[in-house]
């Protein structure tokens, strides 16, 4: 099948990528030239697991391209897949004018019937405006189907290829049953394809990433409380994980959730339901607590050293918002490393991938380092953000040596306290008993 996935971010590489991989022909488009042009010229612009492999090969095989030239774009595809941001405007909802610009954009080019699908995360009713933008722009037929993402950075490729259901929201039966063969390759082991209308469909992906957002910040107050308590969330963790009803997954207490998409998830959610004159109090919480966890570590820095931090030195492991992917959009290590800054310290960072997207955000006021131990000598702490599987088993002398004193502040509760007391090191976890020494 020719299909062209308009947006070649995160989603849109990776959706196209997997496409062509499934036997398609996929032309990826974007405004953004400079991304094309590196992507023409074997760049990838974003770090994701086994994307780069897989990209090479469909290149070449000739079944993958990238362009500007929607027009061209639009002629060739029977399906056109949307998958531009949806960033938070001002008053939190989400902002479609991206969405509703392409869409309108190929009505315009389309010259015969075409399929239009979703996969950008909208609000509930979207379809229903893109189905009249498009339709003041066009005469030809189209359908619109709403075909949520709930790739995770990190795991995306993997995600895409078997993921756990896919979601389809249409009332066509002809859009639904092209869909549904489109995906074949990627369910083959039965993981369920749903179809439902429009709207439900909309709903669903905003209802997932909320309920996710919900746990973990469920989790983090848990934590806090076993934290005063003197309970071990660890272990509360894995008493409350092995009953079925409530499973292991996103219950790992930490500095808070980042990324692109639970914080304007969350948001937009809050907002669609004051649309709809209701409020949506449990999520308005989820965010505020969202909010102090992010703090959690710089609290526990000013506990221990003051808050006057001038001659200090901080050293960061982690940027990203999450292991496996160079993502720093609205990543707690930003708060963290501005308010450390603000209190005067000096801070040495390291990120095994988002160094590069470090330096946008910080410029010189932090330094970077491509080892992790390198970002150590003469710290008077290591503060560890992100859970990168480098970090979990280092040579705990060599960070000692290094360090200016033996403090460790983990957002991530990467260490076992017993551990670290033999190691002869302060450390101070999420949830978890302070060792002292
Ligand atoms: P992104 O910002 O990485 O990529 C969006 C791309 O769209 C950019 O390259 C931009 O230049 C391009 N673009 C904007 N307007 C365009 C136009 N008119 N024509 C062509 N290209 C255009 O965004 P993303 O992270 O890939 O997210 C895209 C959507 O998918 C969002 O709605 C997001 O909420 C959703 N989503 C994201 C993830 C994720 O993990 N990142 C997961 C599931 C769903």
């Not at 995160?10 to 959706?15: H, I, K, M, T």
């Not at 405004?31 to 090969?57: M, Q, S």
């Not at 469909?201 to 746990?215: G, P, S």
Request: proline content about 5%; glycine content about 8%; some cysteine.
């Amino acid at each position: 099948m020719k299909l062209c996935v308009v947006g070649t971010g995160y989603v849109g590489l990776v959706s196209g990528t997997c496409f062509a991989e499934g036997g398609n022909d996929v032309a990826c488009v974007d405004i953004d030239e400079r991304k094309i042009a590196d992507l023409r010229n074997g760049k990838i612009p974003i770090y994701e697991p086994g994307l780069e492999e897989l990209i090479r090969r469909n290149v070449g095989d000739g079944r993958l391209r990238f362009t500007t030239d929607l027009a061209a774009a639009v002629k060739d595809s029977l399906v056109c897949f949307i998958a531009v941001g949806t960033p938070q405007d001002e008053d939190g909802s989400a902002d479609l004018s991206m969405v509703l610009k392409a869409t309108a954009d190929i009505a315009k080019l389309m010259p015969g019937y075409r399929i239009i699908v979703l996969k950008s995360t909208v609000p509930v009713g979207t379809a229903d405006k893109v189905r009249e933008a498009m339709a003041s722009q066009t005469t030809h037929p189209f359908d619109v189907v709403s075909n949520p993402e709930f790739l995770k950075e990190g795991a995306a490729v993997e995600d895409f290829m078997k993921p756990d259901r896919v979601v389809l929201g249409s009332n066509s039966e002809h859009a639904l049953s092209l869909m549904k063969e489109l995906y074949s390759p990627f369910v083959r082991t039965e993981n369920p394809i749903l179809v439902m209308d429009n709207r439900s469909a909309e709903m669903t992906k905003y209802a997932a990433n909320a309920f996710l957002a919900t746990r973990i910040s469920f989790i983090n107050q848990v934590a806090n409380l076993c934290e005063k308590a003197g309970a071990d969330v660890s272990d509360v963790r894995r008493g409350i994980g092995f009953d079925r009803r409530i499973g292991h997954y996103f219950l790992f207490p930490g500095v808070g959730y980042g990324g692109s998409c639970f914080p304007k998830d969350v948001r937009a959610v809050i907002r669609t339901a004051e649309e709809y004159d209701m409020d949506f109090s449990l999520l308005k919480e989820v965010e505020v607590i969202n909010e102090k966890q992010k703090e959690l570590l710089v609290n526990k820095v000013f506990a221990r050293f003051g808050k006057d931090l001038r001659g200090r030195k901080f050293a960061i492991w982690g940027l990203a918002f999450k292991p496996r992917t160079d993502d720093m959009r609205e990543a707690p290590s930003i708060v963290i490393i501005e308010a450390l800054l603000k209190a005067g310290a000096e801070i040495a960072v390291h990120d095994p991938e988002a160094l590069a997207r470090a330096r946008e955000v910080f410029g010189d006021r932090v330094s970077y380092h491509r080892g992790n131990y390198d970002a150590l000598p003469g710290a008077d702490a290591l503060l560890i953000v992100t859970e990168w599987n480098e970090f979990r088993r280092p040579d705990f002398a060599r960070v000692r040596e290094l360090m200016k004193s033996p403090i460790i502040f983990d957002g991530r509760n990467l260490y076992e306290p017993s551990v670290m007391k033999q190691e002869g090191f302060m450390y101070y976890p999420v949830g978890r008993s302070t060792v002292t020494q």
